[in-house]
Nanobody, 115 residues
Framework: VRIVESGGGVVQAGGSLRLSCATS????????IGWFRQAPGKEREAVSC????????YYADSVKGRFTTSSDNAKNTVYLQTNSLKSEDTGVYYC?????????WGQGTQVTVSS
């Protein structure tokens, strides 16, 4: 199983970024992919998740209406479109999945929002 995030960067408040989570090594359509983030000095928190099996999505209250998760089954990739970014969205964004009782994390991609 391999999970690789990309798309992070530095953006001004109010801007947008599209994060990508490329996966391989498992049946993409059978599992849920989650996005988490960790700000400096804070615990890792869930941001959103997408069930590829039934399309159900979850969003943390702090990002509802601003972030959207989607998937491209042909590319085994999940996206996180982040809009109207705020300084409090700064952090390392990680992709996660639990496959056959094992947890898998990517290496993370840094998002920095400047005010």
């Amino acid at each position: 199983v391999r999970i690789v995030e990309s798309g992070g960067g530095v953006v001004q408040a109010g801007g947008s970024l599209r994060l990508s989570c490329a996966t391989s090594g498992f049946t993409f359509g059978d599992y849920t992919i989650g996005w988490f983030r960790q700000a400096p000095g804070k615990e890792r928190e869930a941001v959103s998740c997408l069930s590829n099996r039934d399309g159900i999505r979850y969003y943390a209250d702090s990002v509802k209406g601003r972030f959207t998760t989607s998937s491209d089954n042909a590319k085994n990739t999940v996206y996180l479109q982040t809009n109207s970014l705020k300084s409090e969205d700064t952090g390392v964004y990680y992709c996660y999945s639990r496959i056959l009782r094992r947890e898998y994390w990517g290496q993370g991609t840094q998002v920095t929002v400047s005010s």
